[in-house]
């Protein structure tokens, strides 16, 4: 029966991801109500340095391997802690890495993988929530038996820093070799900010009325803010803007500092992907539409006369 929970730290030369630190607090929110522990690991070039990023978050054990291996040593991690703890759901990041070794390790342990888990009940054992078909259906998934991995959403569970201090163990270098070669390391080229990781959202719906502000005015409106251009599903369904854009049940979850929606109207399933941001402000012409009820500030007007000036304003602002 699972009490204890891992989260696999997914950093870049010591840079933790946000994901991460959101599943060190969901894992601390999950080991109180199941009696067990949190356990962090942090493997790779940059360990030490991610290891003591994770001591501001609520976590006991902080597992810290330098072995130059990366995959392979992510895995026997894992395997070498979740064991020593007898138990143990891990959380990853429903990311490319985070799946990929979530996986590794559910296949080494035998255990089943939940991907794209948006919450937990903890009611009678633990269980992972996840949107399937769309959005259509909410399944939930108990997990039962000793190990279990759940790939978390990023952005729907919170990161909350704390006071606690957990300590950093080293787990010794196998000294094995790997099987996998790098043969080299490649930078991503300069990709538009995407907007899970954006400060300022800047989204457009269906009244935009086609695909063209996508890439004028919205987009001015967010480079005016070093932000992102995100969208809801109509303006996706539409094929105005790709899908990558998209946000809500069935798009990405944000949560940004500023969130300003442009022409939507405000459905359920677009709130549930960006209810978190910290501020919401819409512009729309219609002063009754939904998402006045959950905005802080409602701009009613034309999107097309309001929005490039408001692109000026912030420009002068930051002249
Ligand atoms: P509309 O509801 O048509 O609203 C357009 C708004 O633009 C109106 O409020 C109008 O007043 C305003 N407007 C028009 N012209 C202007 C103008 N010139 N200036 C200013 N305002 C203007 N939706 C999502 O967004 N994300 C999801 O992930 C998602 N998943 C879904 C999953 C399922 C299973 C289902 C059933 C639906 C899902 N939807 C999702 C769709 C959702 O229900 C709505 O249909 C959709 O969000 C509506 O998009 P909209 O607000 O752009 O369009």
């Known amino acids: 029966m699972?009490?204890?929970v891992i989260a696999f730290v997914e950093h870049k030369h010591g840079t933790v991801r946000r994901v991460s630190f959101e599943a060190a607090t969901q894992a601390r929110a999950l080991a109180d109500k199941l009696g067990g522990k949190v356990h962090a690991v942090v493997v790779g070039d940059g360990a030490q340095t991610a290891a003591e990023a994770l001591k501001k978050y609520p976590v006991d054990q902080i597992h810290v391997s330098d072995d130059t291996r990366f995959l392979e040593n992510a895995v026997d991690a894992l395997e070498t802690?979740?064991?020593a703890a007898g138990n143990g759901l891990v959380l990853v990041g429903n990311t490319m890495l985070g799946r990929d070794v979530g996986s590794?390790?559910?296949a080494r342990v035998d255990c089943g993988m939940n991907a794209d888990v948006?919450?937990?009940t903890t009611d009678g054992g633990i269980a992972a929530v996840m949107p399937?078909?769309?959005?259509l259906v909410i399944t939930t998934c108990a997990l039962d038996?000793?190990?279990g991995v759940a790939a978390i959403r990023p952005n729907v569970f919170s990161a909350k820093?704390?006071?606690g201090a957990g300590e950093i163990v080293q787990i010794p270098s196998s000294g094995k070799a790997s099987a996998i070669t790098v043969e080299d390391e490649v930078e991503e080229a300069a990709a538009e900010l995407g907007v899970e990781e954006a400060s300022v959202v800047v989204s457009g719906g269906r009244g935009m009325g086609g695909p063209e502000p996508f890439t004028t005015i919205l987009k001015d409106l967010a480079d005016a803010f070093g932000g992102?251009?995100?969208a809801s599903r109509a303006a996706v369904d539409a094929g105005w803007v790709s899908h990558g854009h998209q946000v809500g049940q069935t798009g990405k979850t944000v949560s940004p500092p500023l969130y300003i929606a442009v022409g939507i109207s405000g459905a359920i399933q677009h709130k549930v992907g960006m209810r978190t941001s910290e501020t919401i402000v819409a512009i729309n012409k219609d002063a009754n539409a939904p998402i006045a009820e959950f905005a802080d500030l409602l701009v009613v007007g034309d999107a097309f006369a309001i929005v490039p000036e408001l692109a000026n304003a912030v420009r002068d602002a930051k002249a």
């Open 104 to 106: 590794r390790f559910a």
């Open 118 to 120: 948006v919450d937990f």
């Open 132 to 135: 399937k078909l769309g959005g």
């Open 2 to 4: 699972i009490q204890n």
């Open 81 to 83: 802690v979740a064991k």
């Open 161 to 163: 820093e704390t006071s």
């Open 228 to 230: 992102a251009v995100g």
């Open 145 to 147: 038996g000793d190990f």
